[in-house]
């Protein structure tokens, strides 16, 4: 024991022990994405350096740039630069035109979650735009049953409505 000197009760391994020394240089871990390649499934950047992928934005990040207030940041990382497929065309030629740059739209993840709702045999709209006297009544009309015969594409309205 290193405090008092007695021998421990119980036996002890003891050995060298080699140290390395990690080599982490910088130009072999910087990393940048201007345009490259896209997830065919969500249209999201790929992931990684191999890939010529994007930077991963997390859960944790998500909320830091929340609690910092910084939403219109968090809204372009989440929509136009990661899946949001016409809003990067429309800020592409928003940019090159020199006009006021749009709206983000809807993320294609977004998309391949109300496909994933419509595979279960629920019956997912979206609702695009609500009339400014919008109550209670008008919703419980426009929500059909979940088994309901019309196709979801057939309708011109649609919130995710089950």
């Known amino acids: 024991d290193g405090r008092s000197g007695e021998p421990f009760e119980e036996p ?15 130009d072999d871990k910087i990393h940048a994405r201007s345009i490259g390649p896209y997830s065919l ?13 994007g930077q991963r934005l ?13 939403a219109y940041t968090l809204q ?18 928003a940019i090159v035109k ?3 740059i749009l709206e983000p739209g809807l993320p294609e993840s977004f998309n391949v979650m109300m496909k994933e709702l419509m595979a279960l045999g629920l019956d997912v709209e979206l609702l695009e735009e609500r009339d400014e006297d919008y109550d209670a009544e008008d919703e419980e009309d426009s929500v059909s049953s979940p088994m309901s015969a019309e196709s979801p594409s057939s309708r011109d309205d649609a919130v995710v409505g089950v």
Request: aromatic share 10%.
């Open 98 to 100: 020199g006009e006021q």
């Open 58 to 70: 997390g859960e944790m990040e998500v909320w830091a740039l929340e609690a910092y207030g910084a």
């Open 12 to 26: 002890v391994t003891i050995g060298v022990m080699y140290m390395l020394k990690l080599d982490h240089l910088v």
């Open 76 to 93: 372009e990382f989440l929509t136009v630069k990661s899946d949001d497929v016409a809003g990067r065309t429309r800020m592409y030629e």
């Open 41 to 53: 499934v969500t249209q999201q950047p790929l992931g990684g350096k191999a890939q010529f992928g």
